[in-house]
């Protein structure tokens, strides 16, 4: 998510992982991040490790692939810079270790 992620973002969250776009000068910083989260949600948030810059540099590249295909360069040249320092830009939110196992059905 590069933009604002909205309010209620991860309700419900028993898998994956999310990348929030950490920016202060739109008002995104961490505390701002975690204030978005859905009330109740039981996520963790932290900086992105090397084991998520694959998935992440995958994400990017496709959304900067698309903004060069509509000659939106600058945009695009941008969204790639963004990678060269992951853990300033980006955030990795996952359920934590106390989330339901959804496979198992108790009903």
Known sequence: VLGDPGRWICSGMSGGVVYLRVDPARGL??????????????VHMRAPRDEDVPALRELIDAYA?????SEQNDAGTYV???LDDPAAHFR???PGADITDQTVSTE
Do not use: H, M, Q
């Open 29 to 42: 910083d961490d505390a701002a991040l975690r204030d978005r989260f859905a009330k109740g949600a039981k």
């Open 65 to 69: 692939d698309a903004l060069f295909a």
């Open 80 to 82: 790639r810079s963004l």
């Open 92 to 94: 990795a939110v996952r």
